[in-house]
T-cell receptor, first 112, second 111 residues
Framework: GAGVSQSPSNKVTEKGKDVELRCDPI?????LYWYRQRLGQGLEFLIY????????KSGLPSDRFSAERTGESVSTLTIQRTQQEDSAVYLC??????????FGSGTQLSVL | SQQGEEDPQALSIQEGENATMNCSYK?????LQWYRQNSGRGLVHLIL?????REKHSGRLRVTLDTSKKSSSLLITASRAADTASYFC???????????FGQGTRLTINP
């Protein structure tokens, strides 16, 4: 596709359930990022993938959060046992190394 | 902690005026980037300025970088209502390749 694609666009879940968010980056982009943005706040770094290097997981807030990326393609962010504080927009971005990021439209996660 | 911090947090000006937003960061960088966000969803890249550059222009946008003060500014000239958005700076933290964003400046242009 022409841009970064995220799915679903919106996700409503019950507290305690697991959710999986998907990101399809731009083809050829070796870098992929996940960020979390709470309402009215800035972007909180979660995890960064660069090629075949070990991912930088330093931003994951707890062990309930995990992410995977298959080669230089699709990535999934999984949140286990969701809590109300997990409600936010989850943004994915991809880029060539050290260049500008291209963002997806995000997934709005609401935990009831 | 955040690598980049924008100032002010919110700015409201009249259409036609110039808007200036500032960003400070803590560690050495390879480049600094500015992004715009409308409606709380995906961000759009505005300008990338490298650590060996001091000033860069793109249309009505002007970005400066002072590595000695670890700060950058974004100037929007002749503002328009459509410029209303949140503006974020992003830096590679301490030379690491990951990009870390600040809290943003919410800019409102009043007609």
């Amino acid at each position: 596709g022409a841009g970064v694609s995220q799915s679903p666009s919106n996700k409503v879940t019950e507290k305690g359930k697991d959710v999986e968010l998907r990101c399809d980056p731009i083809s050829g982009h070796t870098a992929l990022y996940w960020y979390r943005q709470r309402l009215g706040q800035g972007l909180e770094f979660l995890i960064y993938f660069q090629g075949n290097s070990a991912p930088d997981k330093s931003g994951l807030p707890s062990d309930r959060f995990s992410a995977e990326r298959t080669g230089e393609s699709v990535s999934t962010l999984t949140i286990q046992r969701t809590q109300q504080e997990d409600s936010a927009v989850y943004l994915c971005a991809s880029s060539p190394p050290l260049e500008k990021l291209f963002f997806g439209s995000g997934t709005q996660l609401s935990v009831l | 902690s955040q690598q980049g911090e924008e100032d002010p947090q919110a700015l409201s000006i009249q259409e036609g005026e110039n808007a200036t937003m500032n960003c400070s960061y803590k560690t050495s960088i390879n480049n600094l980037q500015w992004y715009r966000q409308n409606s709380g969803r995906g961000l759009v890249h505005l300008i990338l300025i490298r650590s060996n550059e001091r000033e860069k222009h793109s249309g009505r946008l002007r970005v400066t970088l002072d590595t000695s003060k670890k700060s950058s500014s974004l100037l929007i000239t002749a503002s328009r209502a459509a410029d209303t958005a949140s503006y974020f700076c992003a830096t590679d933290a301490g030379g690491a390749q990951k990009l870390v964003f600040g809290q943003g400046t919410r800019l409102t242009i009043n007609p």
